[in-house]
């Protein structure tokens, strides 16, 4: 193992409890491994009902980086499924604002945590990462070497690419705001004041477990509340456990998305790993970005996101 600078990273737990405490402890073995500081640790011993702790115990894991002495360098959620939604009306938005304008963090997490990507995007302008958590990524029993080292690149760097190949053979040049994330969590929070609202944008979404049909209205909702109108690209990543039943007779995800594509009136790119599976990208939310589509090679350049002071690229151990 080669050395590095020391990379602090601070652990944060907004949404459900461990379930699988194994999955946590080789994370922060990884991390460890890879040369990091990781603080606090404790946050994966809290559990209520469902959750990683009560309501102000989760939000002071993000308003308590308005106060801390010294910033850690990441931020990273330990796992996702429910309960983020339950924190915006308690954020100290205007105190993260100035906070973390002044020394930028990467807050990384995908999942549930789109819901805190979107609040802290639409009232503080804050900068987030979609991207693999503690357990289910940087503590799973095979470790993805595409996810690994595709965070650890995008956060030494002040301008990313995430490169892959799409099922559409298209020409195409765009460029916008790149934003997204959990495609139930986005439409969750349509007409709320946690919705940003961005014009022009490159807007790319996933799922998991949701039936095709359930996929498909989410999209048009979307659809039907002008958002997807005022997107420029709209890119498909990863839907894990979205499987049709018997009644839908043969209507799967792929005719879904075939709709959505003829209605939306945007470009509709499929392929991109991000989501609930192994492989998936780092991708910052709200900053420029182009999208170029050449064949069926789809290359999404970004910049302008929190990146790390000191360059810490770690290989796999």
């Known amino acids: 193992m080669q050395a590095f600078d020391t990379c602090r990273v601070r652990?944060?737990?907004?949404?459900?409890?461990?379930?699988?405490?194994?999955?946590?402890?080789?994370?922060?073995?990884?991390?460890?491994?890879?040369?990091?500081?990781?603080?606090?640790?404790?946050?994966?011993?809290?559990?209520e009902l469902r959750y990683a702790g009560s309501d102000t115990q989760r939000a002071s894991d993000i308003n308590g980086l308005a106060t801390l002495d010294t910033l850690p360098d990441i931020a990273l959620s330990i796992r996702g499924g429910y309960g983020a939604t339950r924190?915006?009306?308690?954020?100290?938005?205007?105190?993260?604002?100035?906070?973390?304008?002044?020394?930028?963090?990467?807050?990384?997490?995908?999942?549930?945590?789109?819901?805190?990507?979107?609040?802290?995007?639409?009232?503080?302008?804050?900068?987030?990462?979609?991207?693999?958590?503690l357990g289910p990524d940087f503590g799973a029993q095979r470790l993805s070497p595409l996810t690994w080292r595709h965070f650890w690149r995008t956060l030494s760097s002040p301008q990313g690419n995430a490169s892959w190949e799409c099922n559409e053979a298209v020409e195409l040049a765009v460029e916008g705001p790149l934003w997204g994330g959990n495609l139930a969590m986005l439409c969750s929070l349509l007409q709320t004041p946690y919705f940003p609202r961005i014009e022009g944008g490159i807007l790319f979404v996933e799922d998991i477990g949701e039936p095709p049909f359930r996929i498909e209205r989410l999209l048009?909702?979307?659809?039907?509340?002008?958002?997807?109108?005022?997107?420029?690209?709209?890119?498909?990543?990863?839907?894990?456990?979205?499987?049709?039943?018997?009644y839908d007779n043969g209507y799967d995800?792929?005719?879904?998305?075939?709709?959505?594509?003829?209605?939306?009136?945007?470009?509709?790119?499929?392929?991109?790993?991000?989501?609930?599976?192994?492989?998936?990208?780092?991708?910052?939310?709200?900053?420029?970005?182009?999208?170029?589509?050449?064949?069926?090679?789809?290359?999404?350049?970004?910049?302008?996101?929190?990146?790390?002071?000191?360059?810490?690229?770690?290989?796999?151990?």
Not at 94 to 112: C, M, T, Y
Not at 228 to 243: E, H, N, P, S
């Open 11 to 47: 652990l944060i737990a907004p949404s459900g409890y461990p379930h699988d405490r194994d999955a946590m402890t080789r994370g922060i073995a990884r991390l460890h491994d890879a040369g990091c500081v990781v603080e606090a640790p404790e946050v994966i011993d809290r559990a």
């Open 87 to 133: 924190l915006l009306d308690h954020l100290h938005y205007d105190a993260l604002r100035e906070r973390l304008a002044g020394q930028p963090i990467a807050l990384v997490g995908h999942s549930d945590f789109t819901a805190l990507q979107m609040a802290l995007y639409a009232k503080s302008g804050i900068v987030t990462f979609g991207g693999p958590m």
């Open 220 to 246: 048009y909702q979307l659809h039907l509340s002008g958002v997807l109108g005022r997107q420029r690209a709209l890119i498909l990543g990863d839907f894990t456990q979205c499987r049709p039943a018997a």
């Open 253 to 317: 995800l792929a005719d879904g998305f075939d709709q959505i594509r003829r209605i939306a009136g945007i470009p509709v790119l499929s392929g991109m790993p991000f989501g609930h599976e192994a492989d998936k990208f780092t991708l910052p939310f709200g900053v420029p970005a182009r999208l170029r589509v050449v064949g069926k090679r789809a290359s999404l350049d970004f910049h302008g996101y929190p990146h790390l002071r000191r360059p810490h690229e770690p290989s796999m151990g």
